[in-house]
């Protein structure tokens, strides 16, 4: 399984940004595709996640009503909407894939994806 995010970059305060997950490497219906972000010098944290052959979603507190999750399964691709961006989303944004567990569990993830820096200037 391969996961690859992008869509990353610089952006000012109550911008927005959509981040890009692609997905390859066998089937992913049975799978949650996840969204977590590392802020320097702090814990890697979950933000949202969907489940890819249903319209579950899940988010953290944090980005209801700002961040969206959604997917692309003719495409393989999951998205990350994210609008009214705060400088406190600065993080690295990785993508990452699992089959069984909790997925607000980072632990239950099985594969990543290289992250995407998200920079918000103030």
């Known amino acids: 399984v391969q996961l690859q995010a992008s869509g990353g970059g610089l952006v000012q305060a109550g911008g927005s940004l959509r981040l890009s997950c692609a997905a390859s490497g066998r089937t992913f219906y049975r799978y949650v595709i996840g969204w977590f972000r590392q802020a320097a010098g702090k814990e890697r944290e979950f933000v949202a996640g969907?489940?890819?052959?249903?319209?579950?979603?899940y988010s953290s507190d944090f980005v209801k009503g700002r961040f969206t999750i959604s997917r692309d399964n003719a495409k393989n691709m999951v998205y990350l909407q994210m609008n009214s961006l705060k400088p406190e989303d600065t993080a690295v944004y990785y993508c990452?894939?699992?089959?069984?567990?909790?997925?607000?569990?980072?632990?239950?993830?099985?594969?990543w994806g290289r992250g995407t820096q998200v920079t918000v200037s103030s």
């Open positions: 969907i489940r890819w052959g249903g319209d579950t979603t």
């Open positions: 990452a894939a699992t089959m069984y567990g909790r997925p607000e569990n980072i632990l239950a993830y099985d594969y």
